[in-house]
């Protein structure tokens, strides 16, 4: 019956097209950079504590791990994961650069049963669109945007340049589309800031993304008349200036089988007000990268046994293959073969991740196919089956 059942897989595998998800492998997680005012011990002692917490937040991906206590004490001995430093000069600034040891930092991370990602990491796409008065805008990846401060005066905000920056930051690769005439005869301003989650879907296929994300800024219509005047009146004394900048984001986890029908398939977060539309940009980015995380992230120090079936190990040679594949995932602890049936094998796998979190890992490689019959019931605890490219 196992032999049958895979034999149809592969027969089937022909006939369904599988999505195929772009995935991107962030180099020097482990190195960061940080901007000093002067090459001193103790501004360097900053720099090199502030440069430890962005690699802490590259290789786990939340901001909630920072407080985490064992993390929090690694931090505190910053020194002991430090694998050597230097400076540079760019343009009138002074940075240091620090590589800490990946060794230490993932012992670090065990300790603390935190979190921790590979290097492979799903593409995001950011849909951003710019309420400016009356005017609304996407924002592609090379435009600046000149949002009115008051309706009084105009102040640019280079928001490619904030998103790049977040996304070194956070080791997610995040794109924005061209806006090029593909993308402006595929679909409007309109579609977007409306959030049509099909529309959007359709438009983003260009750029292969795993996940898509719209924002929505403003400066006029998600701001509350009322309150935004209210705002201004009991502060005419104030140094500090009204929130008269609004944000609102969607969210759409599986850019490649988006169905509208299944829950949670387009997630809206709440609206946020601020006095600055690139730090509202920020948080709101930290924010969804945290959820993005939460699909891939691994529990460290947690074996969770998870069995697989693999179609197409035609050779000795395909079968190491598939093992050593399989042993360098980052979310695979172990691997032990249960079962061989002519071209098939049954793996029985040993996670440091759920079984969810593991399909979402694998999703990105390109070596190991998900098949899904759309005409099958679904069975419950069915082991799930992938078809081996050599």
Known sequence: MFRYFIVLVVVLSHFFSLSKVSAVEVKNLYNA????????????????????????????????????????????????????YRYQRKSDKTELLVSFDEGKINQLFEQASAPIWGSLRPQILLWLVEENGLQRTTISNATYSSFSDNNT???????????????????????????????????????????????????????????????????????????????????????????????DWSFIADAQSYNSDKIGAQIFGEISYGTAPDKLLEQALSIISDKIYQK??????????????????????????????????????????????????????????????????????QQLDHFVDPLAEKVVDAVPVFYWKP
């Open 153 to 247: 005066s105009q102040v640019s905000y280079n928001f490619p340049v904030s998103v790049e920056n977040f996304s070194t930051l956070r080791g997610l690769p995040i794109v924005m589309p061209l806006m090029d005439l593909t993308d402006m005869n595929t679909i409007s301003t309109f579609d977007v800031w409306g959030r049509f989650a099909e529309q959007v879907q359709a438009a983003s296929q260009r750029y292969n993304p795993e996940s898509i994300i719209i924002i929505r800024l403003s400066n006029s219509s998600l701001v509350p008349e009322q309150a935004y005047y209210e705002e201004i009146e009991a502060c005419l004394l104030c140094q500090e200036k009204p929130q008269s900048y609004a944000l």
């Open 296 to 365: 891939y992230a691994l529990n460290s120090g947690v074996d969770k046994d998870y069995v697989i079936d693999v179609a197409n190990i035609s050779s000795l040679r395909n079968f190491i293959e598939v093992e050593r594949f399989l042993q360098q995932l980052s979310s695979v602890k172990s691997v032990k073969l249960l079962k061989a049936s002519g071209n098939n094998r049954r793996f029985e796998l040993a996670l440091k991740s759920s079984g969810q979190a593991f399909l979402a890992l694998l999703k990105l490689n």
């Open 33 to 84: 950079k940080v901007i000093v005012n002067s090459q001193t011990d103790s501004e360097r002692q900053r720099a090199l504590q502030q440069a430890m917490r962005a690699v802490v937040l590259k290789v786990g991906g939340q901001q909630a791990l920072l407080s985490n206590s064992t993390i929090k004490k690694g931090l505190k001995n910053y020194s002991r994961y430090v694998a050597n």
